[in-house]
Every structure is written in structure tokens, then in C-alpha cells.
């Protein structure tokens, strides 16, 4: 009987489970590095030993103790004021709510946001305690607090308590004033409403210190009535120490409003100052300066909060562009918005500017008479590396720029052609366009484009880019300004780009055929087998196959775990160099020819010398990795040899371990090799894994840090059974080269595999 386990496990999630999961991962490493430095800077001090020697002894004193390493950390920061870092024993229950809470704490201290701190410090440190939510205030107490973080509460029930004023109610006052924690067990007494989830829960209200002074505050609500004894009380004092560094270090700047008006009123230019909600709800004028009052006729305006009775026509306009410079952080534009019902009511407004002002505030800027620079501006963002012309139509003639010259072939002595006479320079077909750019500019008052047909002196034809600008005093059009581009290289070229176009088409087509018979042939030789297989010996076994990421869609790893008429058990897992159909047949190559040489009987060794000299006559200068094994269900022994491969790990009474293979070279690499041979015995319980590089290798990493994680996982997972321990392993592994990844696991029946 043949086993071939391929693509199996749970379903892939969406992307947004996947991002929220590698999110929760990246978090949890950096929280368990941030704990680790913090160990290794304390024992340097204190042990007048270099960073790297301490690390080492940090390892090593979770080595002699047996435990994990974090929680060796954890001690050792926790007894940070000591001489010497005492370290619990394995079995001291007395050291693990401490460990737990400094876990919780470095997990808040490297979190991103104050939302994200309070979640860590409630799942990790005071939910253990029985609670069940936390809230965090920032601000001063003569300033009012505002809420920064919560952790455990719904959406409305946070919308509700998002600001405590200077005078607010029992017991926050007491709180404050004192700066003295205060302990609820059976709710507040005096009546006083409060969060939590009802008037009886306990609660703990902390008022949180930096440098002696108050930064912010802090409730911790329970389920119901709770007895918050003292080691209850100096957990959470100690947990929401660590909130009061989060608040203090993510401190916010608080806008100068009077300074932003003060600004304003100095420009000679019409300008606004709004209050801007980025959520909901319409932006309130706060100021407007004396030219925007006379922009808009209006000497009560001053005293107006409505912008839609300020600007009844641009008020949408100017909404929207506010909450996106609020929301953004970055200035908005629009060429033109009117501003009244009609034109002769109020002027409209010209190249408006929204900029963001600090939380909550946006400042509108605006001009009542076209700025020919700033309409040149936006001409010229329409089209890079052009000519400029400006007309007037009062009067002041037209103004080229010296690029303009050489586009319509004169020069710099003739008199340049304004756009409205352009026409007689145009091909006869081109008419109809000029017609509808100069109606755009002239009677909607907006900017137009349109590509036009020059002919030259010499009679040859210039295609021409025009983007034009109208210049406006009031509602009234004094001119044009634009730019000219030259396009006849880009129309010239545009069907070469569309031959182009059609031959890339024809080798995706044909690479995306080669892909899809690769895929099919990998599925074929690979197929998936789910669940567990039972062989002699009470041998249980598991595969898994992860194809290789999007970019390379296939690649060249495979496994085999087959029964021999010999009463052995073949096991083999191999990777061939790169990827696509090449690296697919040198698979299929090289796993049927194990196959066939394992019915020789012949040792892992020979059959492995044999691979080498098929990979060398039929490769084409490929080379591959491999593990074949043969596992002895009598003898409950399993020899293997090794070309090149990554080791084997060992997961026995709940504990990884490594095994090295002989350092012997690939297979294709030199011809004529001799395979050494290594035997392990495997226990009852003992679980098994052969895999290949995708499962740990990273770009920016050597394979050691992937290994150790891999070993760190497995015994994580030990105690699960086998098809789901591979699951695990898979859903949690490393790797981030995109390449394939095949894993074999093994598990000898008769005693748990869990510690």
C-alpha cells in the first residue's frame, strides 16, 4: 500500500484572518523578545557580563531549570531589585500568576497603540485576576480626561464615556485629588454611576502616575460583588504601572486654536477655520478672517456656526474635502466652488486649499480673483515636460514660452497665436474640437484638454496636448493659461505598444499552459491522502504538502512513506533545486526511482548513492536534498541516510530535539559518493518529523532561528494527534521564502506523545 499524503488541513481563511493572525504572531514575538531583552540587561548589570554572555547564561539557566525561557525572563525581571536573580523552581506554583503578569506587561509595553495595550494587559494579566474589562483615561485632572484605550467593552457603551470633564462625579473626583487608588468590591456605595456591567460588580479605579504626576486613570470592572484582596490589589497596581508608561509615552499635541485664528487674521487672503468631526456630523465655523467676510457679503458672518448658511452652494464641497484633510493629514484641492446661488450673490471660490489643523480643526483657504500662477500649476500637474502660453482677453496679448515656439515652428520674432486663432492653423478635422475646448472654458469656466492637429510651415502635422486654465475676476473670464504637449511620438508609437502588447499576451498564455501542466502533474504524483495512516509495527503516519507561494505557483519538493514486501517501511522526503515544470520532472524522476531501488532490499546508503548517480545522468546539472529512511517495525529501529538535507527533530516525552545528519553532499553535486548510514531507536509515544527547508527557512535569517522555533512549536503541539499536530505546524510555520514545502511525520503508538 502506497502513502502520499498532498495538500490537506484546515480550509485557507480569508486574508483579513490571515493579516489579523499574523498581526497577533508579530505582537507575541515582539512582546517575547521585548521580555527576553529586559532579562539580558538586567543579568549584564548585575553580573558584569556582555550582552551576548549574558543571553547565554539566560538560556542556559532555563536549560538547568527546565523551563521555558520566558519564564526564567520573567523571574529574573520581576526580581530585578535583588542582588543576585533568583529563579523559580519548575514546580513553584507561587511564581506563576508573577510570570504571567510580566509577560502581560511586555506585551503592553511593545504594543502599538494604547487600544492595544489595555487588550494585552486585560487578557494577559487582569482577566486571570477575574476581570473583565478596562478602561483608560489620559489627560490631566484640572484638563479633563479623555478615553484612550479600553479593552472588554462594547462600542456604544465606550462612545458614552469618551470624556470626563474637571468636575466630574464621585468617586473619579476622590481619585484625582488623592491620587490613591480606590477598591470596590461590592460596586460604588454612594449610588454613583459608573461603567461596568452592573451597580454592584466591583470595580478598581487607579489613578495613574508618572513622575509624580497624574497622567491619566484607570478602571478595572468584574463580572459581579468580588473580594479584592492584597494580592489582587498590588497585581493590578502593578499591571497598570505599565499603563501609565503607555499613556505617558503616546501623549498627543493639543491644538492652539487661538494661535490658528490669530494666523488666519493675517492673511490678506479670504480664510476659514472649521470644526471638523472625521466620523460624523457637519463642520462648524469657528472663525473667519475679515477678507473671507467680505468675500462672502456678509457683515453678521462672524457670529455664523452653520457653513451651510456661510456657503449654501460649496458647503458639500467644502465638507467633504475637510474630513478628507482631517482624516489624511494632508491638504485637499479644488479649482473652483461657488459660493452663493448665484454668481452675482457672492463671487465664487478659486483654487481652494483645505488643510488639516490639528485634532478636530481644518483650515479653508481660498482666492476671490484667478491666480494665473496657481491655475498654471494645475495645468502643468496635468501633463509633465510641456510648453506654457498664458492669453488675455483684455487686452494683454499672449505670452508663450520659448518651447512653444519651436511646437508650432516659428520664431521667437513672429507673434505668438492666441488659442482663439488657433483654428487656421489646425487641420480641417480638428474644428469641432477647438469648438468644445473654448466652450468649456469659456461657458463652464472649468479646465479642458483636448488633443489637436498642427500643421507646420512645411507642411508637415504636429499632434498637440492643449490643457487649459480659464483665469476668472469674480465670475467674469480674463483669459487662458495652459500648457502645449507634443504627442506625435506617443500616437506614432502606439501601435508598435499594441503589437507588443499581443506578443506579451501570446507568452503568458503559453507560460500560464506550462504552469497548469506542472501543477497537475505535481497534483498527480503528490496527491492528497487525509487523515492518518496505520502501519505494522503500530506505526502511525502523517503528510502534508504546501505548494509554493503565488510567485513560483510550483516546485520540486516530495515525500513517500510506502510499506516493502520486506516488512520495512520505506520513508522519504526530498526538495530539487527551483521551481516550475523543469523542477516537477526531476521530482517525478527521483521519487519513482527511490521507489524502485527500495524493492532491492538493499541499506538507505546504497539506495542513496544510487539517487546521486540517477540525479547526475538525468538532472541536466540538477541537484536536490533528501532523507531516505527504512523503518524496522520488529526492531522498532529506524537507519537513514542523508544527502544535504536539514535534520530530523525528535519529539519525545513532550521535549524537541534535533537530529543531525551526516554531513554528506547532494544529490547531482559529484559523482561516485558514499552515503553514511545513522540508526535511532524509537520508543513508544516518540513522534518523528522530516520535512523540507519551506517549512522554516526566512529571507533575512539563517536556518538556525527557524529550526529552534519549529522545535519550540512541536513541543507545543505534542500532545495533539498526529494529523493535527501537522496542522498546526504547518498553520504556524516560518518560512517566507515562498517555496514549497513537503513534511513526513512518524509517531510510534503505546504511550502519550504529550509531556
Given at each position: 500500500?502506497t502513502?502520499?499524503?498532498?495538500p490537506?488541513?484546515p480550509?485557507?481563511p480569508?486574508?483579513?484572518?490571515d493579516?489579523?493572525?499574523?498581526?497577533?504572531?508579530?505582537?507575541a514575538r515582539?512582546?517575547?523578545?521585548?521580555?527576553?531583552?529586559l532579562?539580558?540587561?538586567?543579568?549584564?548589570?548585575?553580573?558584569?557580563?556582555?550582552?551576548?554572555?549574558?543571553?547565554?547564561?539566560?538560556?542556559?539557566l532555563a536549560e538547568?531549570?527546565g523551563?521555558?525561557?520566558?519564564?526564567?525572563?520573567?523571574d529574573?525581571?520581576?526580581?530585578?531589585p535583588?542582588?543576585?536573580?533568583?529563579?523559580?523552581?519548575p514546580?513553584?506554583?507561587?511564581a506563576?500568576?508573577?510570570?504571567?503578569?510580566?509577560?502581560?506587561?511586555a506585551?503592553?509595553?511593545?504594543?502599538?497603540?494604547?487600544?492595544?495595550?489595555a487588550?494585552a494587559?486585560?487578557?494577559g494579566?487582569?482577566?486571570?485576576?477575574g476581570a473583565?474589562?478596562l478602561?483608560?483615561?489620559?489627560?490631566a485632572p484640572?484638563?479633563g480626561?479623555?478615553?484612550?484605550?479600553?479593552?472588554?467593552v462594547?462600542a456604544?457603551?465606550?462612545a458614552a464615556?469618551?470624556w470626563?470633564?474637571p468636575s466630574?462625579?464621585?468617586p473619579?473626583r476622590?481619585v484625582?485629588?488623592e491620587?490613591?487608588p480606590?477598591?470596590?468590591?461590592?460596586g460604588?456605595?454612594?449610588?454613583e454611576?459608573l461603567?461596568?456591567p452592573?451597580?454592584?460588580?466591583?470595580?478598581a479605579?487607579v489613578?495613574?502616575?508618572?513622575?509624580?504626576t497624574?497622567?491619566g486613570?484607570?478602571?478595572?470592572?468584574?463580572p459581579?460583588?468580588?473580594?479584592?484582596?492584597?494580592?489582587?490589589?498590588?497585581?493590578?497596581d502593578?499591571?497598570l504601572?505599565?499603563a501609565?508608561?503607555?499613556l505617558?509615552g503616546?501623549e498627543?499635541p493639543?491644538?492652539?486654536?487661538?494661535?490658528?485664528a490669530?494666523v488666519?487674521?493675517?492673511?490678506?487672503?479670504?480664510?476659514?477655520?472649521?470644526?471638523t468631526?472625521v466620523?460624523?456630523?457637519?463642520p462648524?465655523v469657528?472663525?473667519l478672517?475679515?477678507?473671507?467676510?467680505a468675500?462672502?457679503?456678509?457683515p453678521?458672518?462672524?457670529?455664523?456656526?452653520s457653513?451651510?448658511l456661510?456657503?449654501?452652494?460649496?458647503h458639500?464641497?467644502?465638507?467633504?474635502?475637510?474630513?478628507?484633510?482631517?482624516?489624511?493629514g494632508r491638504?485637499?484641492?479644488?479649482a473652483r466652488?461657488?459660493a452663493?446661488?448665484r454668481?452675482d450673490?457672492?463671487?465664487?471660490?478659486?483654487?481652494?486649499?483645505?488643510l488639516?489643523g490639528?485634532?478636530?480643526?481644518t483650515?479653508?483657504?481660498?482666492?476671490?480673483?484667478?491666480?494665473?500662477?496657481?491655475?498654471?500649476?494645475?495645468a502643468?500637474?496635468q501633463l509633465?515636460g510641456?510648453a506654457t502660453?498664458q492669453?488675455?482677453?483684455?487686452g494683454?496679448g499672449?505670452?508663450?514660452?520659448?518651447?512653444?515656439y519651436?511646437?508650432?515652428?516659428?520664431?521667437?520674432?513672429?507673434?505668438?497665436?492666441?488659442?482663439l486663432?488657433l483654428?487656421?492653423?489646425?487641420h480641417?478635422?480638428?474644428g469641432e474640437a477647438?469648438?468644445?475646448?473654448?466652450?468649456?472654458?469659456?461657458?463652464?469656466k472649468?479646465?479642458a484638454h483636448a488633443?489637436l492637429r498642427v500643421?507646420l510651415?512645411?507642411g508637415?502635422?504636429r499632434?498637440l496636448r492643449?490643457a487649459a486654465?480659464?483665469?476668472?475676476d469674480?465670475?467674469?473670464?480674463?483669459?487662458?493659461?495652459g500648457v502645449?504637449?507634443?504627442?506625435s511620438?506617443t500616437l506614432r508609437?502606439?501601435?508598435?505598444?499594441?503589437?507588443t502588447f499581443d506578443?506579451?499576451?501570446l507568452?503568458r498564455?503559453?507560460?500560464e499552459?506550462?504552469?497548469?501542466?506542472?501543477?497537475?502533474?505535481?497534483?498527480a504524483?503528490?496527491?492528497?491522502?487525509?487523515?492518518?495512516?496505520?502501519?505494522p509495527g503500530d506505526l502511525?503516519?502523517?503528510?502534508?504538502?504546501?505548494?509554493?507561494?503565488?510567485?513560483?505557483?510550483?516546485g520540486g519538493?516530495?515525500?513517500?512513506?510506502?510499506?516493502l514486501p520486506?516488512?520495512?517501511?520505506l520513508?522519504?522526503v526530498?526538495d530539487?533545486?527551483?521551481?516550475?515544470?523543469?523542477?516537477?520532472?526531476?521530482?517525478?524522476?527521483?521519487?519513482?526511482?527511490?521507489r524502485?531501488?527500495?524493492f532491492t532490499?538493499?541499506?538507505p546508503?546504497?539506495?542513496?548513492?544510487?539517487?546521486n548517480?540517477v540525479?547526475l545522468?538525468?538532472?541536466?546539472?540538477?541537484t536536490?536534498?533528501a532523507?531516505?529512511?527504512?523503518?524496522?517495525?520488529?526492531?522498532?529501529?529506524?537507519l537513514?541516510?542523508?544527502?544535504g538535507h536539514?535534520p530530523?527533530?525528535?519529539?519525545?516525552?513532550g521535549?524537541?530535539?534535533?537530529?543531525d545528519?551526516?554531513?554528506d553532499?547532494?544529490?547531482g553535486?559529484?559523482p561516485s559518493c558514499?552515503y553514511e548510514?545513522?540508526?535511532?531507536?524509537?520508543?513508544p509515544?516518540?513522534t518523528?518529523?522530516l520535512f523540507t527547508d519551506g517549512?522554516?527557512e526566512?529571507r533575512?535569517d539563517?536556518?538556525?532561528?527557524?529550526?529552534?522555533?519549529l522545535?519550540?512549536?512541536a513541543e507545543?503541539l505534542?500532545?495533539l494527534p498526529l494529523?493535527?499536530?501537522?496542522?498546526?505546524l504547518l498553520g504556524a510555520?516560518?518560512?517566507?521564502?515562498?517555496?514549497?514545502t513537503?513534511i513526513?511525520a512518524?509517531?510510534?503508538?503505546?504511550?502519550?506523545?504529550?509531556?
Amino acid at each position: 500500500m502506497t502513502s502520499s499524503a498532498g495538500p490537506s488541513g484546515p480550509r485557507t481563511p480569508s486574508a483579513y484572518a490571515d493579516l489579523l493572525a499574523e498581526n497577533r504572531r508579530l505582537r507575541a514575538r515582539s512582546a517575547h523578545r521585548h521580555l527576553l531583552d529586559l532579562a539580558t540587561g538586567i543579568l549584564s548589570a548585575q553580573l558584569r557580563l556582555s550582552l551576548r554572555d549574558a543571553a547565554e547564561h539566560l538560556q542556559g539557566l532555563a536549560e538547568a531549570t527546565g523551563l521555558p525561557v520566558a519564564d526564567v525572563a520573567a523571574d529574573i525581571v520581576n526580581a530585578a531589585p535583588g542582588d543576585v536573580p533568583p529563579v523559580a523552581a519548575p514546580d513553584d506554583e507561587a511564581a506563576v500568576p508573577a510570570r504571567r503578569e510580566r509577560r502581560a506587561a511586555a506585551a503592553a509595553e511593545t504594543a502599538d497603540t494604547v487600544g492595544q495595550a489595555a487588550q494585552a494587559l486585560l487578557e494577559g494579566g487582569l482577566a486571570p485576576l477575574g476581570a473583565d474589562s478596562l478602561w483608560l483615561w489620559r489627560g490631566a485632572p484640572s484638563e479633563g480626561l479623555r478615553l484612550a484605550g479600553h479593552a472588554g467593552v462594547g462600542a456604544l457603551e465606550a462612545a458614552a464615556w469618551q470624556w470626563l470633564s474637571p468636575s466630574v462625579g464621585e468617586p473619579f473626583r476622590t481619585v484625582l485629588a488623592e491620587a490613591l487608588p480606590t477598591w470596590l468590591e461590592q460596586g460604588p456605595t454612594g449610588g454613583e454611576v459608573l461603567p461596568g456591567p452592573s451597580p454592584d460588580a466591583a470595580r478598581a479605579l487607579v489613578p495613574l502616575r508618572r513622575h509624580r504626576t497624574t497622567v491619566g486613570l484607570a478602571l478595572v470592572c468584574w463580572p459581579g460583588p468580588t473580594e479584592l484582596g492584597a494580592p489582587v490589589r498590588r497585581a493590578v497596581d502593578g499591571l497598570l504601572d505599565v499603563a501609565a508608561t503607555v499613556l505617558d509615552g503616546t501623549e498627543s499635541p493639543r491644538p492652539a486654536v487661538p494661535v490658528l485664528a490669530d494666523v488666519l487674521d493675517a492673511l490678506v487672503h479670504p480664510a476659514m477655520l472649521l470644526r471638523t468631526p472625521v466620523r460624523s456630523g457637519d463642520p462648524v465655523v469657528e472663525h473667519l478672517n475679515e477678507a473671507a467676510v467680505a468675500a462672502l457679503d456678509g457683515p453678521e458672518l462672524p457670529d455664523i456656526r452653520s457653513l451651510p448658511l456661510a456657503l449654501p452652494r460649496a458647503h458639500k464641497d467644502i465638507s467633504r474635502l475637510a474630513r478628507r484633510a482631517a482624516a489624511s493629514g494632508r491638504v485637499q484641492r479644488a479649482a473652483r466652488l461657488p459660493a452663493a446661488a448665484r454668481p452675482d450673490e457672492a463671487p465664487p471660490l478659486l483654487d481652494v486649499r483645505v488643510l488639516p489643523g490639528g485634532e478636530d480643526r481644518t483650515v479653508v483657504l481660498w482666492h476671490t480673483a484667478g491666480d494665473p500662477r496657481l491655475a498654471l500649476e494645475r495645468a502643468v500637474a496635468q501633463l509633465q515636460g510641456v510648453a506654457t502660453f498664458q492669453d488675455s482677453l483684455t487686452g494683454g496679448g499672449t505670452v508663450w514660452s520659448d518651447q512653444a515656439y519651436a511646437l508650432f515652428g516659428q520664431g521667437r520674432d513672429e507673434t505668438p497665436v492666441p488659442l482663439l486663432g488657433l483654428r487656421s492653423r489646425l487641420h480641417q478635422g480638428d474644428g469641432e474640437a477647438l469648438t468644445e475646448l473654448l466652450r468649456t472654458l469659456t461657458e463652464r469656466k472649468t479646465g479642458a484638454h483636448a488633443v489637436l492637429r498642427v500643421m507646420l510651415p512645411g507642411g508637415s502635422v504636429r499632434h498637440l496636448r492643449v490643457a487649459a486654465q480659464p483665469l476668472l475676476d469674480g465670475a467674469d473670464v480674463t483669459g487662458f493659461a495652459g500648457v502645449y504637449q507634443d504627442v506625435s511620438d506617443t500616437l506614432r508609437t502606439e501601435a508598435a505598444l499594441t503589437a507588443t502588447f499581443d506578443h506579451l499576451t501570446l507568452v503568458r498564455n503559453q507560460a500560464e499552459m506550462r504552469r497548469q501542466l506542472a501543477l497537475q502533474l505535481q497534483q498527480a504524483i503528490v496527491p492528497e491522502v487525509p487523515g492518518v495512516q496505520e502501519l505494522p509495527g503500530d506505526l502511525e503516519v502523517a503528510a502534508r504538502y504546501r505548494p509554493a507561494g503565488e510567485e513560483y505557483q510550483v516546485g520540486g519538493d516530495w515525500y513517500d512513506v510506502l510499506p516493502l514486501p520486506s516488512g520495512r517501511i520505506l520513508v522519504a522526503v526530498g526538495d530539487i533545486a527551483g521551481h516550475g515544470i523543469d523542477s516537477v520532472t526531476g521530482m517525478v524522476a527521483l521519487r519513482n526511482a527511490g521507489r524502485a531501488l527500495a524493492f532491492t532490499g538493499h541499506s538507505p546508503s546504497r539506495l542513496m548513492g544510487w539517487l546521486n548517480e540517477v540525479t547526475l545522468r538525468t538532472g541536466s546539472g540538477t541537484t536536490a536534498t533528501a532523507v531516505s529512511a527504512l523503518y524496522d517495525p520488529e526492531e522498532q529501529t529506524l537507519l537513514w541516510s542523508s544527502a544535504g538535507h536539514l535534520p530530523l527533530l525528535l519529539v519525545r516525552d513532550g521535549r524537541a530535539r534535533l537530529i543531525d545528519p551526516p554531513q554528506d553532499v547532494l544529490l547531482g553535486a559529484v559523482p561516485s559518493c558514499t552515503y553514511e548510514e545513522r540508526r535511532n531507536v524509537l520508543r513508544p509515544g516518540d513522534t518523528l518529523l522530516l520535512f523540507t527547508d519551506g517549512l522554516v527557512e526566512r529571507r533575512h535569517d539563517g536556518l538556525g532561528s527557524g529550526l529552534i522555533e519549529l522545535a519550540e512549536e512541536a513541543e507545543r503541539l505534542a500532545g495533539l494527534p498526529l494529523d493535527r499536530m501537522l496542522d498546526g505546524l504547518l498553520g504556524a510555520a516560518t518560512g517566507d521564502t515562498d517555496d514549497d514545502t513537503s513534511i513526513v511525520a512518524l509517531r510510534l503508538g503505546g504511550a502519550s506523545s504529550g509531556s
